[in-house]
Structures are given as C-alpha cells and as structure tokens.
C-alpha cells in the first residue's frame, strides 16, 4: 500500500509560478512511477506529468510542455510538479498518482493507476 499527500496548492495570478509536492509514504517508493493529473470542475481527470522509478525519464502533456517540470527527491519519497506561467486554465484540482507501469499513466487509464492522492486545489486568477 502506498500513501500518497498532495501539498503546494492554492491561489496564484495569472502568469505566476507553484510547486507542487506530493510525499509518499508505505510500500517502496522508488519501485513506482509517479505522475500528476488534474481536474477542472466539469471536467474529465486528464493526464499532466509522469515520471519513472529512476528518475531518468519524464513526460508531459501539451497542456504542460515548457511550463511544467515534474522531478523526484527519492530519498525524501517526494514528487514535485514546478508549475510555471500558469493561466487561469490550469484551474483544478491536481492529483498525484503512482503506478508500477508508467503507460497506465500514459495511456490515461485512471480507473487503472494503482494509487492516488486526494488532490489539492490550484486557482489562477485572471
């Protein structure tokens, strides 16, 4: 079983910057791939980040490329999403994910990612 606890969120202007933190706890952190995904209201969970056990490999979305920067401090069981020039339609509430294979992430299979955290809520004011 693996915990995982979202933190970082919250207001920021249009054109600002947040980090995200999303810190694991239980089973071996660095035998998972880790990602982030996001939820507007209304909308569907869509895929943002995703980053391998080793570090070695990460993958965005469009919605993310040249803005957002995904890295892991293994000996800290920490994930970071660095979010930068955000819009107002980054609004949503993003959720860090760990999956032992990272095309479940990649392939947006969210009834299949083996854990989530419960997210935290990121607003960006116009």
């Not at 207001?11 to 980090?19: E, I, P, T, W, Y």
């Not at 980040?49 to 965005?60: E, V």
Request: hydrophobic share 35%.
């Amino acid at each position: 079983q693996v915990q995982l606890v979202e933190s970082g969120g919250g207001l920021v202007q249009a054109g600002g910057s947040l980090r995200l933190s999303c810190a694991a706890s239980g089973r071996t952190f660095s035998s998972y791939s880790m990602g982030w995904f996001r939820q507007a209201p209304g909308k569907e969970r869509e895929f943002v980040s995703a980053i391998t056990w080793s570090g070695g490999n990460t993958y965005y979305a469009g919605v993310g490329k040249g803005r957002f920067t995904i890295s892991r401090d293994s000996a800290a069981n920490t994930v970071y999403l660095q979010m930068n020039s955000l819009t107002p339609e980054d609004t949503a509430v993003y959720y860090c994910a760990a999956d032992g294979n990272i095309a479940t992430m990649l392939r947006q299979a969210v009834s299949s990612v083996d854990y989530w955290g419960k997210g935290t809520l990121v607003t960006v004011s116009s």
